[in-house]
């Protein structure tokens, strides 16, 4: 099991101070909280991308990364998301190999559409277009990491000829890569179609809904042939605030929750906490609260924890980190009890690359003896029929003429 954390990087108003970082302060807290997050044990580091305010993560994170990479030896940077929208999908695989090479493969990514409207037309898409723009860029980007040399034609960019991806993928093994969703099943089938990970953003989402979701990606994993519906890679967000009992913990949460620039000025903190992951309470309740996950979402392999939104100081969010790490061991324990021996654990570049020597590695849209395969062959069966059939009638209506 992968534990992390996902941040967003806002930059907002302290509501209880008046204060607010600069973004130059911003950016350099992240960087403190990836080196902190990695200091306690923690797995991941994920970092958004944006391109408007009240954001300064990176608009293009492989800078961040790289400069956390230069300063961490362990940890896996992700991102939550990558905008698989609206960048060039050549670009990005030109610049997350670079940075595979420069973090010696401790990277992967989360793909995402994004759900800010007006960066769409900034970078000249149509967001009423972002579900095709999603499946046909990354397609192009699977290919590029996949394939020496790529020719290629789709709707949204220009075509491609003869091209060739520099830097290849480290060890001939492309960055592991999770479709991050909110309410697209849609994605969840990009995800398995190609056997990569699934990871549910169900932070504004009940527990009904993110079931619903993981199962249908889960179902058509298995429909892929790439494993067992259990044995699909699936990933979870979710927001903590803790402090040493309840009470204390909603107090002083609770005026960062009514201005958040994401929860802000909507339901009640309590409503959030019944019917999403969001967990302001003592270590305890966080503890409870995130193995519960398990029993809508089953055996998952990494959950990414939200800390540094809505103007927290620095100062707290560095003691939330210090306060998970002391969870940590009994998160990880109590989840590796109850995982079977079956469900493999989250990938990383050296499970990927035993996988790659294998020959194991997932064919996009199933192999010719998984369900998806066999069920193309029948349908092309029927086709062939059917074709023969017209082909007899319009024999026999030339002779009868």
């Known amino acids: 099991m992968q534990f992390g954390i996902m941040t967003i990087g806002d930059v907002t108003q302290d509501p209880t101070t008046g204060t607010t970082p600069t973004e130059h302060e911003r950016i350099r807290n992240t960087v403190e909280i990836a080196k902190k997050a990695e200091e306690i044990g923690m797995d991941v580091f994920a970092t958004g991308e944006h391109h408007n305010p009240p954001f300064v993560a990176p608009a293009n994170p492989p800078v961040l990364l790289a400069n956390i990479a230069a300063q961490t030896e362990k940890i896996i940077l992700s991102t939550s998301t990558t905008l698989i929208t609206t960048n060039d999908p050549v670009?990005?695989?030109e610049d997350y190999s670079y940075l595979q090479h420069l973090a010696e493969g401790r990277v992967d990514l989360i793909m995402g559409r994004?759900?800010?409207g007006p960066v769409y037309p900034w970078f000249g898409k149509d967001i009423?277009?972002?579900i095709p723009l999603a499946v046909e860029n990354y397609n192009l980007l699977h290919r590029l990491w996949h394939e020496q040399t790529v020719n290629w034609q789709g709707k949204f960019r220009t075509p491609l000829q003869s091209f060739t991806l520099t830097p290849q993928p480290l060890?001939?093994?492309a960055p592991f890569v999770w479709h991050g969703s909110i309410r697209s099943p849609e994605i969840a089938?990009?995800?398995a179609y190609y056997g990569d990970g699934f990871l549910h953003n169900n932070i504004f989402w009940n527990r009904e809904f993110t079931q619903q979701m993981i199962e249908l990606y889960r179902q058509r994993?298995?429909?892929y042939g790439h494993g067992a519906a259990d044995q699909a890679f699936v990933g979870l967000g979710g927001h903590v605030f803790m402090r040493r009992n309840s009470q204390e913990a909603r107090r002083e949460f609770r005026p960062y929750f009514d201005n958040a620039p994401v929860y802000g000025h909507g339901p009640s903190m309590e409503d959030f906490m019944d019917q999403t992951p969001?967990?302001?309470?003592s270590p305890q309740e966080v503890i409870e609260k995130t193995l519960s996950f398990r029993e809508y979402a089953g055996d998952y392999q990494r959950q990414l924890f939200l800390i540094d939104h809505a103007g927290l100081p620095q100062k707290t969010v560095l003691e939330q980190l210090d306060q998970l790490g002391e969870i940590l061991p009994t998160l990880r324990r109590e989840f590796d009890a109850g995982r079977p021996a079956h469900v493999p654990e989250a990938p990383t570049h050296e499970w990927l690359v035993r996988r790659h020597e294998d020959g194991m590695d997932p064919v996009p849209g199933g192999r010719p003896d998984s369900p998806a395969g066999r069920?193309?062959?029948a349908q092309q069966e029927r086709q062939a029929e059917q074709s023969g059939g017209d082909d007899d009638s319009t024999r026999q209506g030339t002779t009868q003429r």
């Open 91 to 93: 670009r990005l695989a």
């Open 114 to 116: 994004g759900n800010t």
């Open 128 to 130: 009423r277009q972002g």
């Open 171 to 173: 060890d001939g093994v």
């Open 189 to 191: 089938e990009q995800a």
């Open 221 to 223: 994993y298995e429909h």
């Open 278 to 281: 969001l967990t302001v309470g």
């Open 375 to 377: 069920e193309r062959a």
